[in-house]
């Protein structure tokens, strides 16, 4: 079945660090590939998404390309700051016959940026 | 806007009581969902709707039943609780399954003693 493996945390950067957290997939078609970020005490908030093979995902200076050469979605940001402090998900979705396509995630990276 | 809400936010329960997770969405969504999230393992469904009156199982349902009472509520009940369903619960939306963003309550953390 489908599944998605992510690096193993917990990650610990300064700040102004370059950040790279790496995320791999295995899929039987063309899933739709997520970051989704979780702040301390809350729930999941989508970060960035892209939909097919070379999409370049996208916000707060977070990044992500759909490789699907490689199947990876490495998520990459320049310079993180201490409120970049967070458990970040990796996703897939993959809609197939006799299936909605619901979220399959990894199991999470947690990330500590020091001042 | 208040999305997902989650009720309540902690519950302590002894080992075979019973409870149930509310959970309300104003987006119009079609489909919910319930998680579970386990240091170390991630989320994993339990059980989801991808329309109102339809429920499906998810990865791990076991020892939990899901009502969805109406397009906007979808409710996760545990009949007897067990030590081993202690972990923080999250429901979840979006507008249909599939390449949609889904949009999460901030969690229940359930501790069964």
């Known amino acids: 079945g489908d599944s998605v493996t992510q690096m193993e945390g917990p990650v610990t950067l300064s700040e102004e660090a370059f950040l790279t957290i790496n995320c791999t997939y295995t899929?039987?078609?063309?899933?739709?590939l997520f970051w989704y970020v979780q702040y301390p005490g809350e729930g999941l908030q989508l970060l960035l998404k892209a939909t097919k093979a070379d999409d370049k995902g996208s916000n707060k200076g977070f990044e992500a390309t759909y490789r699907k050469e490689t199947t990876s979605f490495h998520l990459e940001k320049g310079s993180v700051q201490v409120s970049d402090s967070a458990v970040y998900f990796c996703?897939?979705?993959?809609?197939?016959?006799?299936?909605?396509?619901?979220?399959?995630f990894g199991k999470g990276t947690k990330l500590s940026v020091k001042p | 806007n208040a999305g997902v809400t989650q009720t309540p936010k902690f519950q302590v329960l002894k080992t075979g009581q019973s409870m149930t997770l509310q959970c309300a969405q104003d987006m119009n969504h079609n489909s919910m969902y319930w998680y579970r999230q386990d240091p170390g393992m991630g989320l994993r469904l339990i059980y989801y709707?991808?329309?109102?009156?339809?429920?499906d199982k998810g990865e791990v349902p076991n020892g939990y039943n899901v009502s969805r009472l109406n397009k906007r509520e979808f409710s996760l009940r545990l009949e007897s609780a067990a030590p081993s369903q202690t972990s923080v619960y999250f429901c979840?939306?979006?507008?249909?399954?599939?390449?949609?963003?889904?949009?999460f309550g901030q969690g229940t953390r359930l501790t069964v003693v």
């Open positions: 979840a939306s979006s507008a249909t399954g599939g390449h949609t963003e889904a949009f």
């Open positions: 709707s991808a329309s109102e009156g339809t429920t």
């Open positions: 899929a039987t078609g063309y899933p739709s």
């Open positions: 996703a897939l979705s993959e809609v197939q016959r006799g299936s909605q396509g619901n979220l399959i």
